[in-house]
């Protein structure tokens, strides 16, 4: 049987979580039955090609150091695709989908592409551009149903190409039984009884982790036996730096930055904590779920098709990020309440959200699109 071969393509294979999400798909692929190649356009966030690589697929990069520099990579995608002879593209996130339906339409060959956002929270230009282009596109992968309806409302000419497949996690790796959860407490020298409230996050405005650390320093000044922990990089991180200093919070929140593990961080975590103001439906909350960590979140984008609030986890609006305090701090004061999110916390993933089922549906759809 001839392999059908897949073309992923996307900006850039930094440690987002659309990219991370490449790696993990591709580990669980039938590769007996698919091909995969990558293509991505920023040299410098390359922190993924390694990983890829080790699977054995081939990863190329087509140099653009901006927006428009990567649009001028049209022609070249599009002879990729022809000298590979290329079955099917899967574009990740606005610019690279652009670029990909126009090759697609110079091509013919057919393109899916997965939205990990609301439009409402692009650049005015990354939306336009997006959305004007979107019709090319043969199917539409949203993340979770909030973003689906965002492309329906945006776009309502392309509601009947759009279709709802949820993140998922490999539950067999994430799992506290496979690491040492008081590792990370030893490196970091936080006392092993302590409390530990932590997130990961890529250091980005809409993360909200001013807000996160102005709970922090409430939680601290009530406890004395809390450490935080924030596991991550971004441009936001020296303006993140210079807040932890303004609050005193010098050695009792720790930054390890980026981790190609986040398993013992997660494992060290006695809360899992996020004040984000809009979501897609985010690879971190499902790891950290899959991790037996509790959670207490906004109910931002996706998260609350994740997290039933009071089953799965504590939710508050979006709109009401200060109610983070007085829920963290009801877990923290109640042992029976942290046991029960924990065990909920990785049944959910382990019932709903996992990278088997994902990945299943997706070679479902790989495979019905080049029938």
């Known amino acids: 049987m001839k392999k059908l071969r897949i073309l992923h393509v996307i900006k850039s294979l930094g440690r987002g979580g659309a990219e991370t999400l490449l790696v993990e798909t591709l580990k669980q692929h039938d590769k007996q039955l698919f091909e995969f190649h990558y293509v991505y356009f920023l040299p410098w966030k390359n922190q993924l090609v390694k990983d890829l690589e080790a699977e054995g697929v081939r990863v190329t990069c087509l140099n653009a150091n901006n927006n428009i520099a990567l649009l001028a990579r049209t022609q070249k995608l599009a002879g990729y695709l022809r000298d590979n002879k290329i079955d099917l593209m899967h574009?990740?996130?606005?610019?690279?989908?652009?670029?990909?339906?126009?090759?697609?339409?110079?091509?013919?060959?057919?393109?899916?592409?997965?939205?990990?956002?609301?439009?409402?929270?692009?650049?005015?230009?990354?939306?336009?551009?997006?959305?004007?282009?979107?019709?090319?596109?043969?199917?539409?992968?949203a993340v979770s149903e909030d973003v689906a309806q965002s492309i329906i409302r945006h776009k309502p000419s392309a509601a009947k190409k759009v279709i709802t497949l949820r993140n998922g996690v490999n539950v067999n790796h994430f799992s506290r039984k496979l690491v040492d959860r008081t590792s990370v407490k030893r490196g970091l020298a936080i006392p092993e009884d302590d409390f530990v409230i932590g997130t990961v996050a890529v250091f980005r405005t809409q993360k909200r982790l001013d807000v996160w650390l102005d709970i922090a320093s409430k939680l601290a000044a009530a406890h004395s036996n809390i450490h935080f922990l924030i596991v991550g990089d971004g441009p936001l991180k020296e303006m993140?730096?210079?807040?932890?200093?303004?609050?005193?919070?010098?050695?009792?929140?720790?930054?390890?930055?980026?981790?190609?593990?986040?398993?013992?961080?997660?494992?060290?975590?006695?809360?899992?904590?996020?004040?984000?103001?809009?979501e897609g439906l985010p690879i971190a909350l499902l790891e950290a779920m899959a991790m037996e960590c509790p959670v207490v979140a906004t109910n931002a984008g996706g998260i609350g098709e994740v997290v039933r609030n009071e089953i799965d986890g504590l939710l508050t609006s979006v709109d009401e990020p200060e109610l983070l305090f007085e829920l963290s701090k009801r877990v923290l004061a109640d042992a029976a309440l942290r046991k029960r999110l924990s065990v909920a916390s990785r049944d959910r993933i382990v019932d709903r959200f996992t990278m088997r089922e994902m990945v299943a549906q997706l070679e479902d759809l790989y495979t019905g699109l080049t029938e």
Do not use: C
């Open 91 to 141: 574009a990740h996130l606005p610019w690279a989908g652009v670029v990909a339906r126009i090759a697609s339409k110079w091509t013919k060959i057919p393109l899916v592409y997965s939205e990990h956002n609301k439009q409402e929270r692009y650049h005015l230009l990354t939306r336009l551009m997006n959305l004007s282009t979107v019709g090319l596109t043969t199917k539409i992968v």
């Open 240 to 278: 993140l730096q210079e807040r932890i200093n303004a609050l005193g919070l010098k050695q009792r929140v720790h930054l390890p930055g980026l981790q190609s593990d986040v398993r013992p961080y997660l494992a060290a975590m006695d809360l899992y904590l996020m004040s984000s103001q809009f």
